[in-house]
């Protein structure tokens, strides 16, 4: 029986799969690390940290199999988020700035002033926003004493996570990004899938220190030194987290739609071979390019904040200890009692795009409740995808039918069957909610023989339930209009 390693390196921790070849999970680990906010609005990660949980969740999931039945290693990671780090010596010159960073707001708010934000539109599908590696970059050559000479030279090395961990695990022999995380910088050319030197010369970037830009599947490099690791298992998975798991959703037709419910919550759409310019605030994106040479692309709307929110009620409120209590909470209520929650804790996002908002309760009075704040903060990770689809519906002129769902929050039915209400579709969660993981172990399968097809994938592939709008819909467009006039005043 050969196996496939899945790395899902996330904002907030790092999960490892092992799945064998019938895709059933054989192993997993995880590990948490340290979030470091040295003012508000900036968030960084320590990449020794994440190296450290990477190894330690692989050790745990590897205990149960024989390392030499390992045939392959995906990754899949946060996309955003940026590091920096010295060739020679493998040392960060800085802390990973993350994608909740808000440090660059002001730099792309003089980018848009200029008149910039339409053209790197066209050549990204991105919009100017602190959210993209491009501008973090552009800090940290412009604010790191020492930084700028050694850059130039080539002696520094860019990437996205993917290509921090792939540089790791194949002792520093390999220095690539796929598509997928390319698409997310500000410095790659949608249609042409390449670097832009225009875009490197508007955010002063040299060219030395990005990474090769490799297939989403196919061996892009092997293992070297890892502890616990054989010498020599091909690395042949690579993909953002969010196209990871539009692929482990086997979203494979133009129209099929998937939402990922992490730390924030995040939409794709399958829009075919072609990419979709929005016009209504949403992002253009790759969504893969296989091996074979096939290539698809997506629309994207993201909320930075959503399971993010639950931590935010347990760790800053105190509200309860464990995640997991927020739903019989929120249930010993029967609504939220007109309690808005307007999570924007790191600035509004697609389709709003206002890094300047800030997270906001309205409604409150004399009766409201821990409870009636618990719901309202679920209803809040729900209303703000309503924006989100919407928009999508719109760019592509089509209407949702069935949205797929996974990730941790999509394990509580409140939210799930919240989110069918106010959407009015249908919501479809997987028996294995873990499909980030489980797209990078299938990219990584596919680049190396363990499976066939996406035919395989489909197949495989098991809801585990489905939730059908119930509310009344009077109701819900009364619950709507506050949402709004609440996020008009964030």
Not at 231 to 236: E, K, L, R, S, V
Request: aromatic share 6%; with cysteine; proline share 4%.
């Amino acid at each position: 029986m050969r196996h496939v390693i899945a790395i899902d390196q996330g904002t907030t921790g790092t999960t490892v799969l092992v799945l064998d070849e019938a895709l059933a999970v054989r192993g997993r680990g995880y590990r948490e690390f340290r979030q470091i906010y040295p003012t508000p609005g900036w968030v960084e990660h320590d990449p020794e940290d994440i190296w450290a949980s990477v190894l330690a969740a692989l050790g745990q999931a590897l205990a149960q199999i024989e390392p030499s039945s390992i045939a392959a290693i995906g990754i899949t990671n946060q996309r955003e988020t940026s590091v920096l780090w010295d060739r020679a010596t493998g040392a960060a010159v800085h802390n990973a700035i993350v994608w909740q960073d808000r440090r660059t707001a002001d730099r792309c708010a003089e980018l848009r002033a200029a008149g910039k934000e339409e053209r790197v539109k066209q050549l990204t599908g991105l919009t100017l926003d602190p959210y993209f590696s491009g501008t973090k970059l552009a800090w940290m050559l412009s604010n790191l004493s020492q930084v700028a000479a050694p850059a130039r030279a080539g002696q520094l090395a860019f990437g996205t996570i993917d290509a921090y961990l792939l540089w790791r695990l194949s002792g520093g022999a390999v220095h690539a990004t796929d598509a997928t995380n390319a698409s997310r910088t500000l410095l790659f050319d949608l249609h042409e899938l390449a670097w832009s030197d225009e875009l490197l010369e508007l955010f002063g970037v040299p060219r030395a220190i990005l990474p090769s830009v490799v297939a989403s599947s196919g061996p892009a490099g092997v293992t070297a030194g890892v502890p616990g690791l054989p010498d020599g298992i091909p690395i042949a998975g690579l993909a953002g987290d969010q196209q990871s798991a539009l692929f482990g959703q086997a979203c494979f037709a133009p129209g099929d739609a998937k939402c990922t419910y992490g730390t924030g919550a995040f939409i794709l759409m399958n829009t075919g071979d072609r990419p979709v310019a929005s016009r209504s605030g949403l992002l253009t994106t790759v969504a893969w390019k296989l091996g074979t040479g096939e290539l698809r692309y997506a629309l994207e709307g993201s909320a930075f904040i959503a399971g993010a929110a639950v931590q935010w009620l347990r760790d800053g409120l105190q509200f309860f200890s464990s995640a997991a209590e927020i739903e019989s909470l929120a249930l010993s209520v029967p609504d939220s009692g007109g309690v808005i929650v307007v999570p924007a804790f790191a600035g509004l996002g697609a389709p709003h795009w206002r890094p300047d908002a800030r997270g906001s309760i309205t409604g409150l009075t004399r009766g409201t409740t821990r409870a009636h704040v618990a719901r309202a903060t679920l209803e809040g990770i729900a209303l703000q995808n309503v924006d989100i689809l919407r928009a999508m519906e719109r760019d592509a002129g089509r209407s949702l039918t069935v949205l797929k769902v996974d990730g941790g929050a999509a394990a509580n039915d409140l939210l799930m069957q919240f989110q069918s209400d106010v959407l009015g579709v249908e919501i479809s969660r997987p028996a294995l909610v873990e499909t980030t993981a489980l797209g990078a172990a299938f990219l990584a399968g596919l680049g190396t023989g363990v499976w066939r097809d996406q035919a395989q994938v489909t197949q495989t592939w098991r809801e585990e339930r489905r939730f059908r709008p119930t509310a009344d819909r009077a109701a819900i467009a009364a619950h709507l209009a506050r949402w709004d006039a609440a996020v008009a005043k964030c």
